[in-house]
């Protein structure tokens, strides 16, 4: 593969430029930290979270709950909706509307923390329900060019277009008239988008999703950057790194932004589909797209960072994880290369209600962060609320690394 951009140094050697910021006294961020990270909750609140995540940290209460909350929600009853209102909905949503999330947005901003408002309705499927989803998140971005607090807007493009046209068209099928008239509408739905997004000086993020409808979301981010991405970042794509093909995508990207005049917007994730992305490698017989192990997606993640780094200048970067060691090897890097830590090109995120060690300690520290504030109606965000309550689960019956931390805090207080 030929090199584009600035060479990516190799993995070892910047182990070994970081060295001496983490011997520092104090080190350049320090995520165990536990009275910084819950700083914003008082004594009520963090024992309601502790109760809450030890609950989640039962994977037979886990898997039986969600069993439950998607029959609730088809029959939708409305005593469901209180309960799950007052539990994982606070924990982990900022309100069934903007105005209702008005204060989870404040308290973040008072702490030094942005928000990406994410509107959270999932499995759409009519031209209508694309058109309300283009409404809310223009309405979104109105919203957060009046709010400080707010940095960015992010959508998905199965939430503006059917999954089936976008897996057709990342197959190269021939599109009937029908299927072009479609693609148009969606076309516009995202331009109008990141178009409100231009005027109003508001970021948009992009979401990556599976990888046999990706190839039309990439076309998709790109022309909307080509067009919005001439003077200043609006628009990121979304990279995700457990992809065995990404980190050449990234420095692909990088080069033809460059070539096509505009700034490239890349927003980091490891992913969020793998068992789905294997089953199906597996049952139509190709290779898998996923890296062969954690350890391969970390090196891929981790060199993503650095190449972003490089070329700081030239593009921006979000960093949207919850991975302490990515976390803490991209602050190290901008303090050793006297980049200001709030440069506006290089991002941290983490999502709302989990890793508040890594989030509020890197805004202690100065750094440029932000949470990912998912907004809905309770019974439209319920699919999001089960990811967040399986990702939290402990299939050992040891604590969650988050229960970890808040256990810390409890014993710190004495309650």
């Known amino acids: 593969m030929k090199k584009v951009g600035k060479p990516v140094p190799s993995f070892d050697k910047l182990e070994k430029l970081a060295q001496a910021f983490r011997a520092a006294d104090p080190p350049v961020v320090d995520f165990t930290n536990t009275e910084i990270a819950f700083a914003d909750k008082n004594n009520r609140e963090l024992k309601k979270t502790a109760w809450l995540f030890r609950l989640m940290n039962n994977p037979t209460l886990v898997s039986l709950g969600s069993k439950l909350a998607m029959v609730a929600v088809k029959l939708r009853l409305p005593f469901f909706e209180a309960i799950v209102k007052n539990t994982i909905f606070e924990q982990f949503c900022g309100g069934t509307t903007l105005l209702e999330s008005q204060p989870s947005i404040d308290r973040l901003y008072s702490n030094g923390v942005f928000s990406v408002l994410d509107y959270g309705a999932e499995g759409k499927a009519t031209e209508e329900d694309f058109n309300l989803t283009m409404n809310e998140n223009i309405r979104a971005i109105e919203f957060a060019s009046r709010h400080q607090g707010i940095a960015v807007v992010s959508t998905k493009i199965t939430g503006l277009a059917r ?141 993503a960072l650095r190449f972003c780094i490089e070329n700081y200048e030239k593009m921006a970067c979000c960093n949207a994880t919850h991975n302490a060691e990515s976390n803490r090897l991209f602050a190290e890097w901008i303090a050793l290369k006297n980049i200001p830590h709030d440069h506006p090109h290089l991002q941290f995120c983490q999502l709302y209600g989990m890793s508040d060690n890594i989030t509020f300690n890197l805004a202690s520290a100065g750094y440029n962060v932000a949470k990912y504030l998912v907004y809905g109606q309770v019974r439209d965000v319920v699919p999001y609320l089960i990811r967040r309550t399986q990702e939290n689960t402990s299939i050992t019956g040891d604590m969650s690394r988050e229960l970890s931390f808040i256990v810390k805090e409890v014993k710190r207080r004495g309650l």
Do not use: C
């Not at 148009?184 to 990556?208: C, E, M, P, T, W």
């Open 163 to 303: 999954f089936g046209l976008l897996e057709k068209i990342t197959k190269g099928e021939s599109l009937t008239e029908t299927d072009k008239r479609e693609y148009k509408n969606v076309l516009k739905r995202v331009d109008s988008i990141a178009f409100h997004a231009a005027q109003k000086g508001v970021g948009l993020y992009i979401d990556a999703e599976e990888t046999w409808i990706q190839d039309a979301i990439d076309h998709i981010a790109n022309q909307m950057m080509k067009r919005y991405n001439k003077e200043k970042v609006i628009v990121f794509n979304t990279f995700q790194l457990y992809r065995t093909d990404r980190l050449a995508y990234l420095m692909s990207s990088f080069d033809k932004a460059q070539k096509e005049g505009y700034r490239l917007g890349a927003k980091l994730v490891r992913g969020a589909y793998m068992d789905k992305e294997r089953d199906r490698a597996a049952e139509l017989g190709y290779p898998s797209p996923i890296q062969p192990s954690k350890q391969a997606t970390d090196h891929d993640f981790n060199l």
